[in-house]
């Protein structure tokens, strides 16, 4: 028990993949030619990795589990209702002392969907309703390719944002939304390799990530970054980060037990309402926004990514245990 604890302590290695990104971004940042290169690169890497995520999402799954309306209702409500005005109301607490970069970041870390592989393996770990969470988790990816953007535009992109545009919307239609639409049609001829090749894909997945990272962060250091963006700021960073995830965490369990669910279904509530989709985030931000504010935006869901890993690691252990008994 005692080891198994420290290796939910340990830094996920994507974590240290991510800061060595950073690091390399703010010594070498790319520029030029070679930046108009690598955004070509990265946006074919987002598209490719949408369309996993289509290939992914097994109807069979999310027909298991849709009949647990009360569980999705709870688990999709804190994603996109909750989170949002947690996100908005420490923006608006924070006026006046707070770098507003770290509030607008934290804003679009409160706007993104769950994630899908960890809410539905902590969920298991846990022995809660995993047929719920894979439909819950699933609904929340889907929806929040078209929620996140109008989110955004409504709360990110006011005033002298200049709102959102046409083009933005274009940009998430044909990287986003057309190949996770294609990736799931096409699950009758990729399915089979899609589950043969999980290994390698999620190699895709986190390398498409760190090209997105690294671009954005050149992009921002050009601009000023480090300057801007203190490590006074990078503790209020994690000390807001690790805020939001108690109250979070908190508010699910209290309402799944206010709403007379069962553990397992509670659990589910838990693992998939908390979460915040790092693999949807960083791609969604290089549509979203403009590379000099890339940087800001993407750090918070960065640190967010491992808090949650490690905290809710150490749910599903007490869960677990507790629903062994």
């Not at 990104?21 to 070509?40: D, E, H, K, N, Y």
């Not at 998430?172 to 639409?181: A, E, R």
């Not at 709403?259 to 949807?280: H, M, N, Q, W, Y």
Request: hydrophobic share 55%; glycine share 8%; aromatic share 8%.
């Amino acid at each position: 028990m005692a080891a198994f604890r420290i290796d939910i302590l340990k830094l996920d290695p994507f974590l240290l993949a991510l800061l060595a990104t950073v690091g390399l971004a703010s010594l070498f940042p790319c520029a030029g030619r070679f930046a108009a290169i690598m955004g070509g690169i990265t946006d074919a890497g987002i598209v490719l990795l949408f369309f996993l995520h289509g290939t992914r999402l097994s109807r069979e799954a999310i027909l298991a589990g849709i009949g647990a309306w009360k569980i999705h209702a709870l688990a999709l409500g804190t994603t996109f209702i909750v989170f949002p005005l947690i996100g908005l109301a420490l923006r608006a607490a924070s006026h006046g002392w707070l770098n507003p970069a770290i509030a607008d970041g934290l804003v679009f870390l409160c706007l993104l969907p769950s994630t899908v592989q960890s809410s539905i393996a902590f969920t298991a770990i846990a022995r809660g309703n995993v047929p719920a969470a894979v439909c819950s988790a699933s609904a929340s990816n889907v929806l929040g390719i078209f929620l996140t953007p109008v989110l955004v535009g409504l709360t990110l992109m006011t005033g002298s944002r200049g709102g959102f545009s046409l083009d933005a919307l274009i940009s998430i239609v044909l990287q986003l939304l057309l190949p996770f639409v294609v990736g799931h049609l096409s699950r009758p001829l990729t399915a089979a390799f899609v589950t043969r090749h999980k290994s390698i894909l999620g190699k895709v997945d986190r390398s498409t990530i760190l090209l997105v990272v690294y671009t954005a962060f050149s992009a921002a250091v050009i601009e000023g970054l480090w300057q801007k963006y203190s490590l006074a700021d990078l503790g209020w960073t994690v000390a807001l980060n690790a805020a939001i995830l108690a109250m979070v965490l908190v508010f699910t369990r209290w309402a799944a037990r206010r709403a007379g669910l069962s553990t397992p279904d509670e659990i589910a509530v838990v693992f998939c309402g908390s979460k915040k989709s790092l693999a949807s985030g960083v791609p969604m931000a290089s549509v979203l926004f403009p590379k000099a504010l890339l940087g800001p935006m993407v750090l918070p869901i960065m640190l967010f990514h491992q808090m949650q890993l490690m905290v809710c690691a150490v749910l599903a252990q007490r869960y677990g245990a507790r629903q062994g008994d």
